[in-house]
């Protein structure tokens, strides 16, 4: 079985400083995780993914994140915080095999304050 | 072309109306898939069709009845649907099968639904 839990259901940072979205992962296989942001009445969008290679992951908008297998946890961060990063980030796990479907964290809002 | 296009955007309808919600998608992927996500939530999965089959169907009620009529098409047919139904109803898509299975979704922007 898997599950995703994010520790911060909100979030707030001002703009200019840096950001980091909590997420610590169960899953019974080798897991692949990803992190979706969604801007109101938008749809989803993919941060980006782990799928086994490199644990520090580079995705767009100047997100990364790192796995770390022994505290399953696979953190969103970002250096400096822009006003357009605010919006819903969602943690997702799925196995590696992309077998299972994907199981989604209850979201974090991030609050961006001029 | 990596997009996931929904028509209609917004839909409002009675509980006695029959209306459908259109997903599609010019990747080559082999599974689509249909959430339903209320708000400050996250979605819900509802469907999942791989090669144009369904493959899961979580339960959801009759009154939502999915349709692929090709392999770039996702059809979700409403009828008779209840005021709890109103909620953003999202498609997404994957390469499918042995190639990546669910991994790396797609998403459409929504189509926001509500049953007066």
């Known amino acids: 079985a898997q599950s995703v839990t994010q520790l911060d259901s909100h979030v707030s940072v001002s703009e200019g400083t840096p950001v980091l979205l909590r997420c610590n992962y169960s899953?019974?296989?080798?897991?692949?995780l990803f992190w979706y942001v969604q801007h109101p009445n938008k749809g989803l969008q993919l941060l980006l993914k782990?799928?086994?290679?490199?644990?520090l992951v580079k995705g767009i908008n100047g997100f990364e994140a790192e796995f770390k297998k022994s505290e399953t946890s696979f953190h969103l961060t970002k250096p400096s915080a822009h006003m357009s990063d605010a919006a819903e980030y969602f943690c997702v796990v799925s196995d590696l095999s992309g077998n299972t479907p994907l199981v989604f964290g209850k979201g974090t809002r991030l609050s961006v304050i001029a | 072309d990596t997009e996931v296009t929904q028509t209609p955007k917004h839909l409002v309808m009675g509980m006695t109306n029959k209306k459908s919600l259109k997903c599609e998608q010019h990747?080559?992927?082999?599974?689509m898939y249909w959430y339903k996500q209320k708000a400050k939530k996250p979605p819900e999965l509802m469907f999942v069709y791989s090669y144009e089959k369904l493959s899961i169907n979580e339960s959801v009620p009759s009154r939502f009845s999915p349709e692929c009529p090709n392999s770039s098409l996702l059809n979700l047919h409403l009828h008779a649907l209840q005021p709890e139904d109103s909620a953003l109803y999202l498609c997404?898509?994957?390469?499918?099968?042995?190639?990546?299975?669910?991994?790396?979704?797609?998403f459409g922007p929504g189509t926001r639904l509500t049953v007066l």
């Open positions: 899953s019974s296989y080798s897991p692949s």
């Open positions: 782990y799928t086994s290679a490199a644990t």
């Open positions: 997404a898509s994957s390469r499918g099968g042995l190639a990546g299975g669910y991994n790396e979704q797609f």
């Open positions: 990747m080559g992927h082999r599974a």
